[in-house]
């Protein structure tokens, strides 16, 4: 009798840790150490200050009881980052900045993982994108762009990064829009293609809006549109393209993805602080300071979004010519 007592005690013990008590207990111990959240591009850009500035405000504010450790790992389009977090299946300690290139990365080099692949967890925001040219350019308005690269197919430079990117595309969207051809040259960073706009070199360049507006500030650059649906509030003086006759807007999302297979309560204790994290001072400063438009999607949203991007850029990226 006593033998049959001890079995039945084991059982009891294990149906009650195959409950949802342990998973209560496990997520409530999530996380127990640091978060690593990989950038997939270098220091200094857009998604590293989205990065750190989340990473700051978690030291500060505690949205987890573990500090958030930012970690470059830039190379590829994105590739290498991409490779790296998929690789860490079922890991909820990793995270990965998710913005267009998460994308469309995956879709021009054919890789063996693309975004369901990936946990979501949140989008944040959006970036608009600005066209800009020196500002002694002959272009004062995008009528002149267009009437010039009409007369002259091919003529009109463009600098950006990487083809597939946000700059390409946004030049791939004004040549579709407008009917025209523009010459697209690629550059390493969005470093070099400031300098070469305001080295002469190229005739037109993209830009996120805080950067656009701080080199019209000091008088080196003129923003010629914006790619929004509506002007930006911080910079209501710059039309849209879309007002200027030109039906191309384009938005940047600014997200984060953890591995696949994450345990379910470990994404929803990610998600539940970074919504808090969305609701502080800082998050709104942050958006304030780079002109993004505040864009939040939880994780089941986000993923819809993301399946749905997917199936635009490929369509976006097979007229680009990119892909067959």
Not at 133 to 144: I, L, Q
Not at 177 to 201: D, M, Q, T
Not at 271 to 297: D, I, R
């Amino acid at each position: 009798m006593k033998t049959f007592r001890m079995v039945g005690l084991f059982v009891l013990a294990a149906m009650l840790a195959a409950t949802p008590f342990a998973t209560v207990a496990e997520a409530a111990s999530f996380p127990e150490k640091p978060i690593q959240l990989i950038v997939h591009a270098g220091a200094g850009g857009g998604s590293d200050i989205f990065a750190r500035t989340l990473a700051a405000a978690n030291d500060k504010d505690k949205y987890f009881p573990q500090p958030i450790v930012v970690e470059n790992k830039p190379g590829g389009s994105g590739a290498i980052a991409f490779a790296y977090v998929a690789g860490k299946k079922g890991d909820p300690y990793f995270l990965l900045t998710a913005v267009t290139s998460f994308i469309t990365t995956p879709i021009i080099r054919k890789a063996q993982f693309d975004y369901k692949d990936f946990t979501p967890i949140a989008n944040f925001a959006f970036d608009e994108y600005m066209l800009m040219v020196k500002a002694d350019s002959k272009f004062k308005t995008m009528k002149d762009v267009v009437e010039y690269a009409k007369a002259n197919p091919a003529k009109v430079t463009v600098g950006g990064t990487q083809l597939g990117s946000s700059d390409s595309i946004c030049s791939y969207l004004i040549e579709k829009a407008a009917g025209v051809k523009l010459n697209y040259i690629v550059f390493n960073s969005g470093g070099e293609v400031n300098a070469a706009l305001l080295g002469g070199h190229i005739d037109l360049a993209v830009s996120n809006p805080g950067e656009a507006l701080e080199l019209a500030k000091a008088n080196k650059i003129r923003n010629l549109g914006v790619f929004a649906e509506k002007r930006l509030a911080g910079a209501p003086d710059v039309p849209t393209l879309k007002e200027q006759g030109l039906d191309a807007t384009y938005v940047q999302n600014r997200g984060l993805v953890a591995p696949g297979g994450i345990p379910a309560d470990a994404r929803k204790v990610l998600e539940a602080g970074l919504q808090k994290y969305t609701q502080s001072a800082t998050f709104k400063q942050y958006v304030e300071n780079n002109m993004l438009s505040e864009a939040w999607m939880d994780g089941a949203t986000f993923g819809k979004w993301l399946e749905k991007e997917h199936a635009r850029y490929q369509e976006v990226l097979k007229a680009m010519g990119l892909i067959k």
